[in-house]
């Protein structure tokens, strides 16, 4: 059995943790070595390399629908913090750098966030969509991923088009998602916003003459003694934009999801571990 933490013993004292880790988050970003991207234009850049969209309402969230259009309020908020910022050669981006300034633009409402692997609402909640997206623009592009932080449990069925695992879970004051361009191209996030979908674009300076794609393989779904896990491995396609000629096939990431809303029994393999 997991051991408590001090602020599920004593959850008066969360508050106070919170303040807590926020200032030492910041100030050892502001104490780093990194050059944060903060330039932004409303121009973007001559070449978009990629784009992708995001359905905002998920119906098979279990929860009142109010806190889906919360959470489509709250996704506004966040991407004006972000909406056409330039990452320059050697500049780190940094989800939580601009997103701290996001109620500036309106008061947060709640919307559901994963919470010690429970589903719950809370103020600001649904953000990881944006850093989910973020994260899927960012593995098209030669950026560096320098932090990210996969969910350790999925409570609501996916939807969409992005591949089981590739997400991208933050927490201020303790996880964020970073990039480095470690190229000399300059690159550009652009967000734009319609009825049913957020979509993000990611421009740069300079054609580019590669193109990437993300694939799922292996993917498993194991009941074990502590409950349901997906395991999946994802890997990266590079080919040469032109021939189409391989490049490069690269394993990414392996993942461990625990799975915690009921799938269909015929595709679960018992398995002890």
């Known amino acids: 059995m997991r051991r408590k933490r001090l602020t599920e013993r004593f959850p008066f004292l969360l508050p106070l943790r919170k303040l807590q880790r926020k200032i030492f988050f910041y100030l050892k970003m502001k104490l780093d070595s990194n050059d944060y991207a903060r330039e932004k234009s409303d121009e973007p850049l ?21 806190y889906q259009i919360n959470k489509v309020h709250n996704l506004k908020l966040v991407a004006k913090t972000m909406d056409g910022i330039i990452i320059r050669p050697n500049e780190v981006f940094s989800f939580w750098m601009l997103a701290r300034e996001a109620e500036k633009y309106g008061e947060y409402k709640e919307g559901l966030t994963l919470v010690n692997d429970k589903t719950i609402p809370l103020k600001g909640g649904g953000l990881c969509q944006i850093s989910n997206l973020l994260f899927w623009l960012f593995l098209h592009t030669p950026l560096s991923i320098i ?27 303790w996880k964020d998602l970073k990039v480095k361009n470690e190229t000399q191209n300059s690159y550009q996030i652009i967000f734009e916003f319609d009825d049913e979908f957020i979509h993000g674009s990611i421009y740069s300076d300079k054609a580019t003459d590669v193109s ?15 409950g349901l896990f997906r395991y999946n491995e994802i890997y990266r396609i590079e080919r040469d934009k032109m021939s189409q000629l391989l490049l490069k096939k690269e394993l990414l990431f392996k993942n461990r999801t625990e799975i915690k809303y009921q799938i269909s029994e015929e595709i679960i393999e018992r398995r002890a571990i």
């Not at 070449?47 to 109010?66: C, H, Q, V, W």
């Not at 393989?217 to 194991?222: P, Q």
């Open 147 to 173: 932090e990210r932080h996969p969910h350790s449990s999925e409570t609501i069925p996916r939807q969409g088009e992005i591949p089981p695992g590739v997400d991208a879970t933050i927490s201020e004051g």
């Open 212 to 226: 990437y794609a993300l694939v799922s393989e292996n993917l498993m779904y194991a009941k074990e003694e502590d």
């Open 46 to 66: 001559a070449y978009k390399i990629f784009t992708a969209s995001s359905r905002m309402i998920n119906p098979n969230s279990g929860f009142d629908l109010e």
